[in-house]
């Protein structure tokens, strides 16, 4: 099975529908990341987490939030999607800040 | 913020050897690199420490130059499958910055 899983893989949505996008891990880790990137460019940081109560914004927080349920599992929300944010989406997590990230398969989200 | 990687894009041939290098415009304590194929999910390669310490793959060498802020990746005798984006990442404070990106296509 693997580490860290993210559901759904694939998601096509309207202009101003609210969405959840969850991530889940069985690497036992304490830090969690969510990650966007848009075709043909790098990945840009939403949301990271240290653990349960430690949730920070990261380069392009505006538009998302997310949720921190237990050590495994972190989601992303799009409280109402617009389509300049469709992208891909990975969800990662690492023991700590010099160790290196885990990432998921990825959720492509389309919004139209 | 974000890590400037050259060259945006090589094509090698199998066998060839290629140089991927990273720069950042804050002072830098750990160097991150990530290979992506096409629509996956970004796959370690090797962390660069300050004071030398390298933990990765066994296959890939890299440099890096704190006083410099650069890292450089150094790709030998390649071969198709290393074909993807390589990515430079860092963390700074407590965010994580990865690079512009590099296209790699290895041909027969």
């Known amino acids: 099975d693997a580490d860290v899983t993210q559901t759904p893989r694939n998601r096509i949505t309207k202009t101003g529908k609210r969405i959840m996008l969850e991530c889940s891990q069985t690497k036992g880790h304490d830090r969690m990341y969510w990650y966007r990137q848009d075709p043909g460019l790098g990945l840009q940081l939403i949301y990271y987490?240290?653990?349960?109560?430690?949730?920070n914004k990261g380069e392009i927080s505006d538009g998302y939030s997310v949720s921190r349920q237990a050590q495994a599992k972190f989601s992303l929300s799009l409280e109402s999607a617009i389509p300049n944010q469709t992208a891909l989406y990975f969800c990662?997590?690492?023991?700590?800040?010099?160790?290196?990230?885990?990432f998921g398969p990825g959720t492509r989200l389309t919004v139209l | 913020q974000q890590p400037v990687q050259s060259p945006q894009a090589v094509i090698l041939r199998e066998g060839e050897d290629a140089v991927i290098n990273c720069s950042s415009s804050k002072a830098l304590y750990s160097v991150h690199w990530y290979r992506q194929k096409h629509g996956e999910a970004p796959v370690f390669l090797m962390i660069?420490?300050?004071?030398?310490e390298q933990k990765g793959h066994d296959k890939i060498s890299a440099s890096f130059n704190e006083k410099k802020q650069q890292s450089s990746l150094y790709l030998t005798a390649s071969q198709l499958s290393y074909s993807g984006t390589y990515f430079c990442g860092t963390p700074t404070g407590n965010q994580f910055y990865f690079g512009t990106g590099t296209s790699l296509t290895v041909i027969p």
């Open positions: 660069l420490l300050k004071g030398g």
């Open positions: 990662a997590t690492s023991a700590g800040g010099t160790d290196e990230q885990f």
């Open positions: 987490s240290f653990d349960v109560k430690d949730i």
